[in-house]
Structure formats: structure tokens, C-alpha cells
């Protein structure tokens, strides 16, 4: 079994414990992405692409929940967090690679390593840290057989994480401020 992970952040950038609450509250602030929203899916694919994988997926984890917001070779859904791959390292906030999921102990029994619901082999996870430092969620990669990535696909897959993240804030923003002139008018 391979892990990569990405160096350690410095200590003014370092990813707070995120309680269920804390996290909860942060993911709540991406509640407007609808499923499937293509300017994700986009950024999936331009993973997909640089990892050389079928699969991606881009996950907000809350405390019971992983909401698939865009994939690629996978369908978006809603899951149990306690069923999902990212349920093992989302609260780590680093960057795990796993050559053979089905040969680590975290993912053996996992349902979509196991046969049960899918037979994934290679499980790369990328935190989305929101910009108050909680990881908010996962850019996942994924593929049905044993692989590694090469750094510089590591360091590309870290680079787009960061960009979804950038993608939500700004989605939130322009929802907020479509609120605000919603508001404004019924008030006036």
C-alpha cells in the first residue's frame, strides 16, 4: 500500500478538528449547489483528465452525509457518510493516496471496495478546505484497478481541490448577493 500525502501545512494554515457542528454549519454555507451542477462537473472532468482515472467525484461531507455535487463515471447522490470511502480520512484534512483500496484496512469491508456496491482498487482523496480552514468535503479519484499517480499529478489534483473550493465560494457569494437584491425588492 502506497500513501501519499501532502506536505504538512504551516502552523498558521492548519486545518482546525472540525466538530460535527463546525462542519455542518461550513457545509450548510454550499447548501445552494444543486447536484450535478455542471460548472463542477467540469472541474471533475479536468481531474479525471489528470489523474488518468474513470472516475471523480467532489463530495461535502456533513456529520451524517456525503453529497455528491459533480462526478464523472459515477452517478450524484446522497450516501450515508458512514458507507462512503472519504468517511475514513475526512477528518485527517491531507491528501491520501491508496494504491489498492482492497488492501488497506479502512476500505476492505467498504461496500464500494467489497463488491457490494462497486469494486474501487485506487482511492486518491483531496481535502476541500473551506476558507475558514474546515475541510468541507473531497476531490475524489478513483479507478477499478491498482495505480499510483506521479507527484506532479498529485500536486495537479491538490491545485484543482483548491480551485473547487474557490468555485463554491464564489457560487455562494453570487447567491447571497442574488438574496440580498431578492430581499431588497420585496422589502421596498
Not at 456529520?63 to 450524484?76: D, M, P, W
Not at 507527484?151 to 468555485?167: G, H, I, N, S
Amino acid at each position: 500500500m502506497i500513501q501519499v500525502q501532502s506536505p504538512p501545512r504551516p502552523a498558521s494554515t492548519d486545518v482546525p478538528l472540525a466538530t460535527s457542528v463546525h462542519r455542518d454549519l461550513e457545509v450548510g454555507r454550499y447548501d445552494h449547489v444543486p447536484q450535478g451542477a455542471p460548472w463542477l462537473r467540469a472541474l471533475a472532468l479536468e481531474a479525471a483528465r489528470v489523474a488518468e482515472v474513470p472516475i471523480v467525484a467532489i463530495n461535502l461531507m456533513k456529520s451524517t452525509t456525503q453529497r455528491t455535487v459533480a462526478a464523472v463515471g459515477a452517478e450524484v447522490t446522497l450516501q450515508a457518510r458512514q458507507h462512503t470511502m472519504c468517511h475514513a480520512v475526512i477528518d485527517d484534512g491531507q491528501t491520501v493516496h491508496v494504491a489498492d483500496a482492497s488492501a488497506d484496512p479502512r476500505w476492505a469491508a467498504n461496500p464500494f471496495v467489497d463488491g457490494r456496491w462497486g469494486r474501487i482498487r485506487f482511492y486518491g482523496s483531496h481535502p476541500l478546505v473551506s476558507p475558514a480552514g474546515f475541510v468541507v468535503g473531497t476531490l475524489c479519484v478513483l479507478d477499478d484497478h491498482p495505480r499510483e499517480l506521479a507527484p506532479a499529478q498529485v500536486e495537479a489534483l491538490d491545485a484543482l481541490a483548491a480551485r473547487v473550493v474557490a468555485e463554491l465560494e464564489e457560487s455562494r457569494l453570487a447567491a447571497l448577493k442574488a438574496g440580498i437584491r431578492t430581499w431588497s425588492r420585496t422589502v421596498a
